[in-house]
């Protein structure tokens, strides 16, 4: 872990655009103290539960009193472009977007900036973006939780020594498993075209759907204009494609 560095892995998940989401957290303060956080909402979307992760985190480091320089990760470029770049655009614009509509999830990311002004002016406070699913162990733990969250899966959320967490969970939080290169490979291959799909995943007038078969999607977006649409081979696959799009979907 860095030197006097509080370490922040954030992820959010969503069961439907909207639907039931949740969102996970890890903190690890300077002192190699771990908190896992989490919480969940009943009707949510992918960037609401990204954002909340991160404005979880941010309270509990608040709160807590924690000391140290602040690096919160993240495998959502929506947060991380927002955060650190739109969020002052959309306040000098009176929260609009560059088109004049109301900006989306306003209510969090008011909530963060507040927050993070705050912070700031007793941290250092850095982002840093993360790939999702490639077996860095805090991103993974932190989607567990949002998972389960989501999921409404009874889970006991760890408080306690650095050292003792990754025999836990198997590894070092700040890289990955043993196993990573073998976790890639496979992965790689079974996202082999040949492979059966997992599900479909379609973009339509800024509405992303999941869909168990071709056929779904088809009907969907065919003779559609402007529509997106791809197969996926893992549920991770399918999270992963659907934040981005997501961010697409509501970018400025």
Same mark, same amino acid.
């Given at each position: 872990?860095?030197?006097?560095?509080?370490?922040?892995?954030?992820?959010?998940?969503?069961?439907?655009?909207?639907?039931?989401?949740?969102?996970?957290?890890?903190?690890?303060?300077?002192?190699?103290?771990?908190?896992?956080?989490?919480?969940?909402?009943?009707?949510? &979307? *992918?960037?609401?539960?990204?954002?909340?992760?991160? +404005?979880?985190?941010?309270?509990?480091?608040?709160?807590?009193? !924690?000391? $140290?320089?602040?690096?919160?990760?993240?495998?959502s470029a929506y947060l991380l472009q927002g955060i650190t770049g739109w969020v002052f655009g959309w306040e000098k614009?009176?929260?609009?977007?560059?088109?004049?509509?109301?900006?989306?999830?306003?209510?969090?990311?008011?909530?963060?900036?507040?927050?993070?002004?705050?912070?700031?002016?007793?941290?250092?406070?850095?982002?840093?973006?993360?790939?999702?699913?490639?077996?860095?162990?805090?991103?993974?733990?932190?989607?567990?939780?949002? &998972? *389960?969250?989501?999921?409404?899966?009874?889970?006991? +959320?760890?408080?306690?020594?650095?050292?003792?967490?990754?025999? !836990?969970? $198997?590894?070092?939080?700040?890289?990955?498993?043993s196993d990573e290169k073998i976790v890639q490979k496979k992965a790689k291959k079974k996202s082999s075209s040949a492979?059966?799909?997992?599900?479909?995943?379609?973009?339509?007038?800024?509405?992303?759907?999941t869909h168990k078969t071709w056929a779904e999607c088809e009907r969907r977006v065919k003779g559609k204009k402007a529509?997106?649409?791809?197969?996926?081979?893992?549920?991770?696959?399918?999270?992963?494609?659907?934040?981005?799009?997501?961010?697409?979907?509501?970018?400025?």
């Amino acid at each position: 872990m860095k030197e006097n560095t509080i370490t922040i892995f954030t992820d959010g998940s969503s069961r439907g655009n909207p639907g039931p989401g949740g969102w996970g957290a890890v903190v690890i303060d300077a002192s190699g103290k771990v908190y896992e956080l989490g919480g969940r909402e009943d009707h949510t &979307t *992918n960037n609401r539960v990204e954002i909340a992760a991160a +404005l979880g985190a941010l309270a509990h480091v608040e709160s807590r009193k !924690l000391v $140290g320089d602040i690096e919160v990760n993240t495998d959502s470029a929506y947060l991380l472009q927002g955060i650190t770049g739109w969020v002052f655009g959309w306040e000098k614009n009176g929260w609009k977007t560059k088109t004049g509509d109301d900006v989306l999830n306003q209510d969090l990311w008011r909530e963060l900036g507040a927050l993070v002004t705050r912070l700031k002016m007793k941290h250092a406070l850095m982002w840093n973006k993360v790939g999702g699913h490639i077996g860095l162990l805090g991103n993974e733990r932190a989607d567990l939780i949002a &998972t *389960n969250c989501a999921d409404k899966t009874q889970q006991l +959320l760890y408080v306690g020594p650095l050292d003792q967490y990754e025999q !836990l969970i $198997g590894g070092s939080v700040f890289s990955g498993t043993s196993d990573e290169k073998i976790v890639q490979k496979k992965a790689k291959k079974k996202s082999s075209s040949a492979a059966p799909a997992y599900s479909y995943v379609s973009l339509l007038d800024g509405k992303i759907e999941t869909h168990k078969t071709w056929a779904e999607c088809e009907r969907r977006v065919k003779g559609k204009k402007a529509t997106k649409f791809k197969k996926v081979f893992s549920k991770q696959e399918e999270d992963s494609l659907k934040h981005e799009w997501s961010t697409l979907a509501h970018k400025t």
